[in-house]
């Protein structure tokens, strides 16, 4: 089998995993899972998500962290780009506002024990696009996006791809490139879904001025720009992904 045939079928099984990785749905709706819902008390709604940036990860213990997530099937992240705010529920007779809560651009952190780190592949929040497009009112049965796309959806769909080949063509995954990149995927949504936006610069206040427009019944989005930490469920799979991935880059 040729180099470039075998690089193309590692490739297509990357993209297959991750598939089963975000349509499975075992590790919860990523377009809402920086907020926990009402089935939990109101002071564990927000303990997902931190106001700490990557350059301040020092100030916690992360390998004690990520041992102690790791028991509860959760990890530690790093997201550029925080998208919160309230969208339509398609199949609400009245359009009552559901709550979005997500990371835009998110990587794993994985701790030595004496504190270093080393930051897995970037990846984009497909779960955001399939909430704000889909007319499943089932709020945990979301799928990878684009599955079932329209041709209406055409424009989102090759924005989407276009901005992924980009994340993995990038050498050096310097922040400031990944941040710019999460702020076009926030404007992209913006002409989407046509709403209102605004941007908050902590993500805590952004999660909360979401839930506040939930309240209020109105339809908004938020945007928190910026590198930011957060802990949550690891989507099963992933690291068969991530394997795929580096096989695939060592074929030239």
């Known amino acids: 089998m040729s180099d470039l045939l075998s690089k193309n079928y590692l490739l297509y099984l990357r993209d297959m995993s991750k598939k089963v990785i975000y349509g499975s749905g075992a590790a919860g709706n990523y377009s809402q899972v ?9 002071d564990k709604r927000f303990q997902r998500i931190t106001n700490l940036k990557l350059a301040d990860i020092n100030k916690i213990d992360g390998y004690k962290v990520s041992l102690n997530q790791e028991k509860i099937g959760n990890g530690i992240f790093c997201t550029s780009g925080i998208m919160c705010g309230t ?27 004496d504190g270093s780190y080393d930051l ?16 499943d009112s089932e709020e945990e049965n979301y799928s990878y996006f684009p599955t079932d796309l329209n041709e209406e959806n055409l424009d989102i ?20 490139l990944i941040n710019n990149y999460s702020l076009e995927f926030f404007n992209q949504v913006k002409i989407l879904t046509d709403l209102d936006s605004d941007f908050i610069d902590l993500p805590i206040d952004c999660i909360k001025a979401a839930v506040e427009k939930k309240e209020e019944k109105l339809f908004k989005l938020f945007f928190c720009p910026g590198d930011w930490i957060f802990y949550g ?17 060592e074929i030239e």
């Not at 469920?233 to 880059?249: H, K, M, Q």
């Open 120 to 135: 897995s592949d970037w990846t984009i929040n497909y779960d955001i696009i399939t909430a704000l497009i889909s007319s």
């Open 34 to 42: 920086l907020y926990r819902s009402s089935r939990v008390k109101k």
């Open 233 to 249: 469920p690891v989507p099963p799979g992933l690291s068969t992904f991530r394997a795929l991935n580096d096989l695939s880059e």
């Open 157 to 176: 769909n090759e924005f989407i791809e276009k901005l992924e080949n980009n994340i993995f063509e990038l050498k050096e995954k310097k922040l400031s």
């Open 87 to 113: 969208f339509p529920n398609k199949k609400n007779s009245n359009f009552a506002p559901r709550i979005l809560a997500a990371p835009i651009i998110y990587n794993q952190l994985f701790f030595e024990e």
